[in-house]
């Protein structure tokens, strides 16, 4: 721009500088002409005012002439018939009648007559005046060799032509110096607009010389600062919108019509193990995964919700649900992956369940069904055999009140629904009602229970704590030796409570010390269907201690008994 600013000043220059000469030229000859016949008047004048027209004219004017214009001037004397009565050129030819000349017609019709042609005497160009004299008989001419305009133009070339260079230097390097200071704040307010254009918008706002590029410079830094905050506004959305895709629980991918992956939060791309693969590409270059693959096709060239459940790298159990997005929408196809290895675990666990719970229930209604039909056979019985089947019948009818309610106990503990009110208790008159109640037990195998706990007050839900030493507790006495021990130890630090029960029972084989907390397991289950175990006691406890957020350890030996030690967090 400033190259190009400069030609356009030095072009303009020359022309103004070539004009302003030709005018000059033209107004200075002008001038000079204008000049030369207002002396030559004067000169006519003072002539006519000197001359005695009595006297010889000749020997008047030829001393005359060099006085008044100079040595290159003739003046010619006239009567009005054109005769010359005197003239100072002398090769004059007095018999040449003037009358006809130009300025003397004009001179006898107005009182004065100016011309400029070729001289018929001299053969030169000259500027004719003449006036008629104040006598009235005479006309007095006087003229001057004039070679025009152009000839004064060319004389004065020279100095003209050295004038307006200088005239020319000066003015471009007024231009240049111009230029730099038009060009260079123009330059700097370009200079900023690139710096908004490549997302800088911290330069301050300038004042230039020019209020004009001021006003650039403050449009464009208010330009600036709007582009900054609309800037700032689209990435805080954007930084929002991926903090919510990036925290989601769900997987997901957005693609366009061509399959093409424009999106994918983090989840999404765990779940599909696609690893450090750029933004950008096609759906085959994220997953091997088939179904996946021709899920998005079919989604959006059919236009049908597409469902199905695969293995992710990672083992697990995922639904993806791939839908197509709007018409007007730039996305093509959304896929939603959702974890669902819990619930089809949970799903699996609880056909389980309903299948050990049917199980484990119809064992004692085949036993209570069984003896009902002998006591209602018709036949004869002794009273102590109908005695005992009865005490069968009450025995498996407890068995199986107690199954009903460790079951209802665990369904209630996995689904979250015992929601219980916290009182203050004593741990230590709960484990004088735990041992009372265990008293028969503990009786008739002749156990030696010793419980180590001081008066210990808590806050928290009653029946938890007392099914979760209930459980241990019991365990402990109806897994025990005849003439064995029982150790309980409780105490408490701050708002962590510590239970431990040691026992010198049957023990735990190490291949099953890892699944004794399943529901349903048991160790020795002809022994436990004896003592009329259910196999949920220790699944409840479980349970429990992670409600608390606590630790439970098992250690046992075969043949030698089993210790249990809970931490929880009340």
Known sequence: MKNAVLKRFVFITLITLVVSTLVCLWLVGDYNLNQTKASMIDAVKLIDYSLDYNKDINEQINKINPLIVDSSSRITVIDKNGVVLGDTYKGINYEDNHLQRPEVVEALKNGRGIDVRMSDTTNDRMLYVAQVCSDNEHILRVSVPYNGKVYLALWMLPAVVLSSIFAFIVSVLFSRHFTNTVSKPLQQVTDEIRKIQDGDYTSPLKVYEYDEITEIASAAHNLAQKIKMTMEEIV???????YVLNNMSEGLVLCDKNGYVSSMNKVANVVLGCGNVPIGKHIVNYTRNVDVINGVADAYNKGKVVTFDFDAPDGRVISANITRATENSDIGVIIVLIDVTTDRETQKLRQEFFSNASHELKTPITSIQGYSELLTSGMEYPPEQKKEFLLR???????????????????????????????????????????????????????????????????AEYKRIYELFNN???????????????????????????????????????????????????VDKGRSKKIGGTGLGLAIVKHIVNYYKG??????????????DILINL
């Open 236 to 242: 805080a959305e954007r930084n929002k919108a991926q």
């Open 393 to 459: 019948i009450k025995k498996e009818a407890q068995n199986m009140t107690t199954l009903i309610n460790d079951i209802l106990m665990i369904s209630r503990l996995e689904a979250g629904t015992t929601v219980q009110s916290k009182n203050e208790f004593d741990i230590s008159l709960m484990l004088d009602e735990i041992l009372l109640s265990a008293k028969p037990m503990i009786d008739e195998q002749k156990l030696n229970v010793v419980c180590n706990c001081p008066s210990i007050i808590i806050n």
């Open 472 to 522: 241990v507790i019991i365990n402990a006495v109806k897994y025990n030796k005849p003439e064995g021990s029982v150790l309980i130890n409780v105490n408490s630090a701050g708002k962590k409570l510590h239970f431990n029960v040691k026992d010198t029972g049957i023990g735990i084989p190490d291949v099953s010390q890892q699944r004794v907390f399943e529901r349903f397991y048991r």
């Open 551 to 564: 630790t439970v350890t098992l250690r046992s030996k075969l043949g030698e008994g089993t210790e249990i």
